[in-house]
């Protein structure tokens, strides 16, 4: 006999449904008063309220330089140019995103166990964690594309059947984020709310919806509901500042025409209890480098 | 015999060029000190410097409500959407800019020659004024796109023959511009560099240019020394402000994905001294309600 698992949080819909209160907790963890050791009270209350944390300069000038270096040593590579898990510019061979930097390179590989990263998302998720994906992302200055609001757990769930909303991503500036080159806008409070999203995931999508998404968009009434109740804010800060926010947490970017570039290292944890089971829009998985199924527990450095 | 008009400022050229230092002055009129009437003496002195001035409120809420309904009223007529003066926005049907508005719309053929604007753009000219163009600008929410940097004189000069710089644009805001709504930003000072463009301007370039702009691009490299002299500022502040700024001041502004529209009105005034000659790329003239040909001096009220 066949199972079928309910799903909590359906999307590519047919015609626009209405939101759907989130079902799991943002904080898993039991806050002491005083302060985790990790986060201030004040700052898990934050994270709870609003889906995101940031931190100016969490990493030293020195360590941003390294990373810049390895940064730079990538983009020029051949290899990373011809490898699948890289992303390309829409309209353009300039390097967009490369996947998978915590297996493939030793410098991102480590940078992904590090105790500043690792102790804060294993708090918050009150478990053990892995990665779901990573990825070094290039936003070139003059000709930065946009990428509209969406929200991650939206796709990880549909695409690759994450089950739950127990998910942080951990974004890394490796360059200065000012409001001119197109820095991360989230929408402080939206990951209370799950979006379904009209359309029907055709096979494959990730090889075009990485450069431009075309299914799993929210719809205008909605954003702009999510946008009166929270408004926008966007992760500004030097480069080695670090954005944490939630899996369901809606945000975006707008185009870069400044010619500063903005580039960062992109880490999802996810909850070791929250591993992939068979994606929700019934098409075959995605590829490794995009969403592991591989749980391999990160141990903090 | 044929007289040819030697061109102080050529563009549209074959291999990149370096820039030529400006040939005219910025500010036309003697400052006189203790300031104008119009601008004290810091403002004008900012205005020669940096190429452009802001200010906030220059129209009351009153004044602002009053404008916003008569945009929303143009938007909507069907009119104006068969009009040739009116611009799409690129893949869709929705209005990106409707040309000519001060002579096809009572009110804001009043607005273009409101004091408050008038006597500062013919102070710093040292002349009567005429309008070159005007137009409004909508940016929508959530799908506004870019508009990479440009100096207006270029295409002015190129396309349409206007010997000198000594015009002033006048973009009245209509909306709230923040940081998320891809503001009008300027580079201080680029108004002193003129930067040929490379690339031979083909026949209608303007039904093209004004959605998106192929010819009288400036290159990266120019661009980059252009941010590092001056850096990038952005046009914020309530609907009423105005940003007055140089022909050869080089601007741009980012997409717009926040649900929050960006509305203006821009009005260009050129001396009368300064009326168009011949296109200096050799091409037929643009069309009238892109760039009138007819001097009729604007009179203050």
Redesign the interface.
Known sequence: MMSTILDIYPSRVAVPAGFIPRKDPAVYSEVHSGGTGYLTEDEVAFYEENGYLCFQNLFSEKEVSNYQQELQKLKESEATKRSSEVILEPGSSEVRSIFKVHQSNSIFRRLARDRRIVDVVSFLLNSAVYIHQSRINYKP??HGK?F??HSDFETWHMEDGMPRMRAISCSISLSENN??N?PL?LIPGSHRYFLPCVGETPENHYLQSLRKQDYGVPD?DS??WL?DQGG?V?AKGPAGSATFFECNTMH????????WPRSNVFYVYNSVENALTQSFCGLSPRPEYIATREVEVVEPL
Chains 1, 2 share one sequence.
């Open positions: 200055g003059m946009e509209f609001w409001e001119f197109g806008m205008g954003l702009q946008v926008i966007s975006g970017s707008n185009s870069n025409i400044s010619p």
